[in-house]
């Protein structure tokens, strides 16, 4: 998917921070996120500090984090903070998985920037990511 | 007056197509003394024992654990006290992984998906006053399942146990960890299930009464391959590790065969659940019998655990989930199961809170004891379409069997990432199914609520897992003899070199207290780290 008027495809880096390794929501992400066009890197399971320094040299618009451990406390907030240490703003973080709707504000707090429920509409997530790029890219052209 | 049907098909989860009603033109191959008989008789269809539930209710067994080992502990006292019949560990990832609390990757996931065991000191703890010579517990570890094995039985000798009269499972099971999800830090697939291998085959001798291996297609079903293919996937799985037996002949197959166990995974189709269990007893029986020429009925009989479906399960609406719990408690009984894990309704939120465990066991005693299931073996046996449905699923599942073996076998289809590449495929169907509202799940794509009408409280796991176990392993490893812990690790470096039969080495690292990681990292050295080829 090209967005007008630039030369770059909107990129995204998919990986599971920490341990939990079920794999199948990200798997169907990653698939929907190529369909509609967007180049995925899909890193499996990483460390934040792993995660931030992939997203940063692949040089991607979303960081989509997908974890079901119920760590998301603990790992979540780790890769916003690096991500702005890093000076790295800029790229949006999106995480799904198994995160009790209690804690989206939290998160959200923490600079994530939308929480995808299990059972989310592919479309949805598809949609949101290529608004929210395209606000991002204008917005830092004003 | 024209009685239409609705549009749509009639199909089960497994896509095969159903008629309005079947007869006994459906069946009228079947021959009962070939395809059917008592339960207890060969082919075992109607179930492995011949008393069935009326001689012994199937197990209540909750694969459980949290927090740290003192607090899984006090949740197994307290399940025992609520009627729970047998014991299942469910390690943290950390652990499953082959790694210790303390491993700077792996802070946040320590006791959060399970209880932390890192050495024999954990294990102890884990089982301070159960009465494990009584009931049976499921050591359900991952790739590295012996290691945490060997913790189990040194465990029970510390306290006078005989191993030679010890009950209980370890998982020991190749598919899960190394297929099924992610685990980081892993050994390739034929190397593990050499070192697998070697506890079926030792355990065989020392604790016979054990159930060293746990076929377990559980994960394998959540990953979205449909009833058939679960199947086929369960008989490869035990297929990789009788030839790997073969390959060694240490030990007269029956012998190794003998203690065998197996889990599934018992989804929502009700019906093609039941008469899935009954196909794989079979197809098990007829395995065994005509492709090994195995005689030993020992070896003859699918013992099963089942394990509610966990991807069946919603995040909305959570308490709709103890219907689909319960209808699948249901299956698994109606299906012959010897051992059932009822979920929490809870699943899609956290790991269960004491009031979703309650309910769990509360489920299957409802079953037990008043619905009077338990009276007669296989009450579904004869129905025309339960028999035609098990016959149907055997033959598809044959068929599927021939596709992995084309594919190399079970581990080479691993290695390969052929089976991976399966589970690929399933997964994107389904949720294009989904998508489409093929495939109708209440609250998620079909009666929707905007606002969640069921409050329920979250489990929320203890913060200080990691930091309490990283002391404890400060302190285990300042006290301890680590020159015996060298000794150990010397000693199975060596043997495992050599290609003997690690498991005394390794029972003398545990004994020693050489750590869950320490032991893992000898087989790390050897062997290289490997990693699941998920294709993406």
Redesign the interface.
Same mark, same amino acid.
């Given at each position: 998917m090209k967005v007008e008027g630039e030369r770059k495809e909107v990129r995204v880096l998919?990986a599971?921070?920490?341990?939990?390794?079920?794999?199948?929501g990200?798997?169907?992400v /990653?698939?929907a996120l190529r369909n509609a066009g967007m180049e995925v890197i899909?890193v499996?399971?990483q /460390?934040p500090q792993a995660i931030v320094e992939a997203a940063i040299q692949e040089d991607v618009d979303v960081v989509g984090l997908s974890i079901l451990?119920?760590?998301h406390l603990?790992?979540i907030p780790e890769v916003t903070r690096r991500l702005h240490e890093r000076g790295a703003k800029e790229i949006i973080v999106l995480a799904g998985g198994?995160i009790?709707?209690?804690d989206v504000p939290l998160l959200k707090q923490a600079g994530v920037d939308e929480v995808f429920?299990?059972?989310s509409?592919?479309?949805s997530i598809v949609n949101y990511v290529k608004h929210r790029v395209i606000q991002k890219r204008s917005s830092s052209a004003i | 007056m024209q009685h239409k049907e609705s549009e749509g098909k009639f199909e089960t989860g497994s896509g095969i197509p159903v008629k309005v009603a079947y007869t006994p033109d459906d069946v009228r191959d079947l021959d009962y003394e070939r395809d059917l008989a008592l339960p207890g008789v060969p082919p075992y269809t109607r179930g492995v024992y011949p008393t069935m539930y009326r001689g012994r209710l199937w197990t209540i067994r909750r694969y459980s654990g949290y927090g740290t080992p003192e607090e899984t502990n006090e949740l197994y006292r307290h399940e025992y006290r609520e009627g729970q019949t047998g014991f299942s560990i469910a390690f943290d990832?950390?652990t499953n992984?082959g790694l210790d609390s303390d491993d700077p990757?792996?802070g946040?996931?320590v006791g959060?998906?399970g209880v932390p065991v890192c050495s024999l000191d954990d294990m102890e703890i884990l089982f301070e006053g159960l009465p494990i010579e009584k009931v049976a517990t499921s050591v359900t570890g991952k790739a590295f399942s012996h290691v945490q094995q060997a913790m189990y039985f040194a465990m029970a000798e510390k306290r006078g146990l005989e191993l030679k009269e010890l009950r209980g499972t370890t998982q020991a099971d190749i598919l899960t960890a190394l297929g099924c999800?992610?685990?980081?830090d892993q050994i390739a697939p034929r190397h593990a299930i050499r070192l697998l291998a070697d506890l079926v085959e030792w355990s065989s001798e020392v604790a016979p009464r054990w159930h060293p291996v746990s076929f377990d297609t559980y994960n394998a079903r959540?990953?979205?391959v449909n009833a058939y293919q679960e199947l086929a996937i369960l008989m490869a799985d035990a297929i990789a590790y009788i030839e790997e037996e073969r390959k060694r002949g240490r030990i007269p197959l029956d012998q190794y065969i003998r203690g065998f166990s197996f889990n599934m995974g018992c989804h929502n189709d009700f019906l093609e659940e039941i008469a899935k269990f009954r196909a794989a007893r079979r197809m098990w029986y007829r395995l065994v019998k005509d492709r090994y020429g195995i005689d030993d009925a020992r070896c003859h009989l699918l013992r099963l655990h089942v394990q509610s479906s966990g991807?069946t399960h919603?995040?909305?609406q959570p308490l709709n989930n103890l219907m689909r719990i319960a209808f699948q408690v249901l299956a698994a009984v109606l299906g012959g199961a010897q051992s059932v894990h009822a979920n929490g309704y809870d699943e899609?939120?956290? =790991?269960p809170t004491e009031q979703s465990m309650l309910l769990s066991i509360r489920t299957e005693q409802i079953v037990q004891h008043e619905t009077n299931v338990i009276n007669t073996a296989d009450p579904l046996g004869g129905s025309y379409y339960i028999e035609w449905l098990t016959n149907e699923l055997e033959t598809r599942a044959w068929q599927y069997l021939k596709r992995i073996e084309e594919a190399g076998g079970l581990v080479e289809a691993l290695e390969s990432g052929w089976l991976q590449g399966e589970f690929?495929k399933a997964?994107?169907e389904h949720?294009r199914r989904l998508?489409t509202v093929e495939v109708k799940?209440v609250g998620?794509?079909c009666f929707e609520m905007e606002e969640?009408p069921y409050q329920v409280r =979250?489990f929320?796991?203890n913060?200080r897992a990691a930091e309490i176990q990283t002391e404890k392993l400060q302190k285990l490893r300042r006290e301890r003899d680590n020159q015996k812990v060298e000794e150990a690790l010397r000693e199975l470096r060596e043997v495992t070199k050599q290609g003997e039969n690690v498991m005394p080495a390794v029972m003398k690292g545990v004994r020693a207290y050489a750590t869950m990681g320490e032991i893992c990292n000898v087989w790390r050295d050897i062997y290289g780290t490997w990693?699941t080829p998920?294709g993406?």
């Open positions: 998919m599971k921070p920490g341990l939990d390794g079920h794999w199948r990200a798997i169907v /990653t698939m899909y499996g399971n /460390t451990s119920s760590a603990k790992l198994i009790p709707r209690e429920q299990p059972g509409k592919l479309v | 990832t950390p992984s990757r792996v946040a996931d959060i998906g999800m992610n685990y980081i959540e990953n979205g991807i919603t995040t909305q899609g939120l956290c =790991l690929r997964i994107i949720q998508d799940v998620v794509n969640e =979250l929320r796991p913060p990693s998920i993406l």
